[in-house]
């Protein structure tokens, strides 16, 4: 039996692998790689959670909360150490001043930017669930199936759905968190299951779903496992931009008076302060460093999401 060169495979072997699509993970860290400022973004998101999950474990939530007319809109001091530390060990150090109760801006702003991510995240998940459930079985089944589903959708849709969500929240004696979640999700749904709906009854007419179905393959697995990985790409995208327009929605209700209540820290309570002509003018401290913190997240969320969407494309783009 001939003997194989030992470079020759080695060579063989070495151009199979760099002929061979990144797949998976490796596609995700290749884009990130490409794009600086996707990963710069990456990183900021990355710090900004640590900074906060980390902060917010050391913090007594009430006593940040509670008021201090004495020290009513403290203006800030100057940044030392040591009231960098004493910060982290829960006293008032006033770093970002104080806003109009006399509550410490910067625990607020710590505390406040975890409650806009996690309600944010929240409603996204939501939104996601129903909204992909109803929109892959509305494209999979068509027919009267997708008509009652889509007639439905179209009615949810017509209604004057922030006017509602502001009506529940007013007539809610106690809002909380979860209560505000649900409110701002039943409603949020409606776009993203007409989006994934239209790629579905695209998808469902390809000659593999056909196939699928002629060798009896379940319904379930037919969707879960061919159909939504080729709509990875749409979902991945929807979700990201939808993450972010739901940070801006809860800070816009909160900003117009309609959304969590005072004691409940959130971005959009500290820049509501921004609707006092004195405050916008006299005490930026108040509202500048959430309004800051929005633009941060909204960016790098975008960007983030711009290169995961590619990464998903990735298998496509490389054939």
């Known amino acids: 039996m001939p003997k194989v060169d030992s470079n020759y495979a080695e060579s063989v072997a070495s151009d199979v692998e760099k002929s061979t699509p990144p797949l998976g993970f490796k596609v995700i860290i290749r884009e990130f790689k490409k794009d600086k400022v996707a990963l710069t973004a990456l990183i900021i998101l990355i710090l900004i959670a640590l900074f906060v999950v980390a902060w917010t474990i050391r913090l007594d939530v009430p006593e940040v909360m509670r008021v201090d007319v004495f020290n009513r809109f403290h ?12 910060a982290w060990n829960g006293e008032r150090t006033y770093l970002l001043g104080a806003d109009e109760s006399g509550i410490d801006v910067f625990h607020q702003l710590i505390v406040g930017t975890g409650n806009s991510v996690i309600i944010g995240f929240l409603v996204t998940t939501i939104m996601a669930v129903i909204g992909i459930g109803l929109g892959v079985i509305s494209g999979y089944y068509g027919g009267a199936v997708d008509n009652a589903i889509m007639r439905f959708t179209d ?34 749904w409606t776009g993203f299951c007409r989006t994934i709906r239209s790629r579905a009854l695209s998808e469902g007419e390809l000659d593999y ?24 790409s749409l979902i991945m995208i929807q979700l990201i931009l939808s993450y972010a327009a739901n940070i801006g929605l809860e800070t816009g209700l909160t900003f117009l008076g309609f959304g969590l209540p005072p004691e409940i820290p959130t971005l959009g309570t500290l820049v509501s302060a921004a609707t006092s002509p004195e405050n916008l003018e006299l005490r930026p401290w108040v509202w500048l460093p959430a309004s800051l913190t929005i633009l941060t997240l909204m ?18 783009r490389l054939g």
Request: glycine content about 2%; overall charge negative; some cysteine.
């Open 155 to 188: 009615f949810i849709m017509i209604l004057p759905t922030t006017m509602i969500v502001i009506v529940f929240i007013v007539i809610i004696p106690e809002v909380t968190i979860a209560s505000f979640v649900f409110i701002m999700s039943i409603f949020a």
């Open 209 to 232: 779903i056909s196939a699928s179905k002629t060798m009896g393959t379940p319904t379930w697995k037919i969707i879960l496992s061919e159909m939504l990985p080729n709509l990875a």
């Open 299 to 316: 960016l790098c969320i975008n960007y983030v999401g711009q290169a995961l969407k590619r990464s998903t494309d990735a298998k496509q």
């Open 75 to 86: 203006p800030p001091v100057e940044f030392e150490w040591s009231n960098f530390i004493d």
